[in-house]
């Protein structure tokens, strides 16, 4: 069984920056594909951003690129989301995933282990 754990949430100003670390358990993932949701108040949850285990191959969603940066640490396991000029619309709770298998991918389906979820909160 492999166990995500996410922190780095909180309540931040429109325009600050946050990193998200993820911390994996469990059998290495380090051939697996990694990434990010979120889940606004009152809607479903929704793609962010997701990679390969060698990075060469990163998708973004639209409200991300340019703004987002999706990074690993396999020797440790580790996952990040850099965030920077954080908007009110990015207010959501954030879940770290992992799949099996290597090709990343944008449904939430397709991935079968999921973190408890950090909130992150951005005022305006």
């Known amino acids: 069984q492999v166990y995500l754990a996410e922190s780095g949430g909180g309540l931040v100003k429109s325009g600050d920056s946050l990193r998200l670390p993820c911390a994996a358990s469990?059998?290495?993932?380090?051939?697996?594909?990694m990434g990010w949701f979120r889940q606004a108040p009152g809607a479903g949850r929704e793609f962010v951003a997701t990679?390969?285990?060698?990075?060469?191959?990163?998708y973004y969603a639209d409200s991300a690129k340019g703004r987002f940066t999706i990074s690993r640490d396999n020797g440790r396991n580790m996952l990040y989301l850099q965030m920077n000029s954080l908007k009110p619309e990015d207010t959501a709770v954030y879940y770290c995933?992992?799949?099996?298998?290597?090709?990343?991918?944008?449904?939430?389906?397709?991935?079968?282990?999921w973190g408890q979820g950090t909130q992150v909160t951005v005022s305006s």
């Open positions: 995933v992992a799949k099996i298998g290597m090709v990343p991918a944008t449904e939430e389906d397709d991935y079968e282990y």
């Open positions: 469990g059998p290495t993932l380090a051939r697996n594909a």
């Open positions: 990679t390969n285990w060698g990075e060469s191959t990163t």
